[in-house]
């Protein structure tokens, strides 16, 4: 079997570009935005559980349902509304099928940016800290690195019969001092990727103390 072939990346040292290699391509993206030593050890990449699509496709394939039905029902009764002449009954029958169509397309490409962006979010846990590339949007994204040693305690919320039953939820981060809590939604399997970190702290605090 032939050796994987690793390109190295610009402004990355050969071991953070081996690292960032097995990581998924949205992970490899976020991956260039975070502080990373060769010292560090990846232990964990989580993304968004892929029901939180869910959410965001179903109510667009129900509006844009809507849009259609309303415009082609318009279109078809068009010749009851006192217009002048057939012609002009015509005309204004295209124009609200186009105007019908055009919406639903704008609609759908919200839909598809709002898909993109949600699953270009992620969640590192290396050894030595968590740090997190959120998107809020195509062209804006916030990037926030918190230290494993400052956690003092990680809380999973699950809410409703949904998150138990594909086992997603809510991470909690609470850090020492005056941070704000670190909150991440739709987390796959929340209570072992909280281990996890735990794990890491308890680590970090015997390596390192307090």
């Given at each position: 079997?032939?050796?994987?072939?690793?390109k190295?990346?610009?402004?990355?040292?050969?071991?953070k570009?081996?690292?960032c290699?097995n990581l998924?391509?949205s992970?490899?993206r976020?991956?260039?935005?975070i502080?990373?030593?060769?010292?560090?050890q990846?232990?964990a990449?989580?993304?968004?559980?892929?029901?939180g699509?869910v959410?965001?496709?179903?109510?667009?394939?129900?509006?844009?349902?809507?849009?259609?039905?309303?415009?082609f029902?318009l279109?078809?009764?068009?010749?009851?509304?006192?217009?002048?002449?057939?012609?002009?009954a015509?005309?204004?029958?295209?124009?609200v099928l186009?105007?019908?169509?055009i919406?639903?397309?704008?609609?759908?490409i919200v839909?598809a940016?709002g898909?993109i962006v949600?699953?270009?979010?992620?969640?590192?846990?290396?050894?030595?800290?968590?740090a997190?590339v959120?998107?809020?949007?195509?062209?804006?994204?916030?990037?926030?690195?918190?230290?494993i040693?400052r956690?003092e305690?990680v809380?999973?919320?699950q809410k409703?019969i949904l998150?138990?039953?594909?086992?997603?939820?809510?991470?909690?981060v609470?850090?020492a001092?005056?941070t704000?809590?670190?909150k991440?939604?739709?987390?796959p399997?929340p209570?072992q990727?909280?281990?996890?970190?735990i794990?890491?702290h308890?680590?970090?605090?015997k390596?390192?103390?307090?």
């Open positions: 079997m032939n050796p994987k072939t690793i190295y990346a610009r402004g990355m040292t050969p071991y570009t081996q690292v290699a998924s391509p992970g490899q976020g991956f260039r935005y502080e990373f030593d060769d010292k560090e990846m232990v990449e989580m993304h968004k559980h892929p029901i699509l959410f965001i496709i179903v109510p667009a394939i129900l509006i844009i349902v809507i849009i259609l039905s309303m415009s029902a279109a078809a009764n068009i010749h009851r509304i006192d217009l002048a002449g057939v012609a002009r015509t005309t204004v029958r295209v124009a186009a105007l019908g169509i919406l639903s397309i704008f609609i759908a839909s940016i898909v949600y699953r270009s979010s992620v969640v590192f846990l290396t050894n030595e800290k968590i997190e959120l998107y809020t949007s195509l062209f804006n994204r916030k990037t926030i690195q918190l230290g040693g956690v305690d809380t999973v919320l409703g998150p138990r039953m594909f086992d997603f939820g809510t991470l909690i609470e850090t001092g005056e704000e809590l670190l991440f939604p739709y987390i399997k209570s990727n909280s281990q996890m970190i794990k890491c308890e680590d970090s605090i390596q390192y103390g307090n």
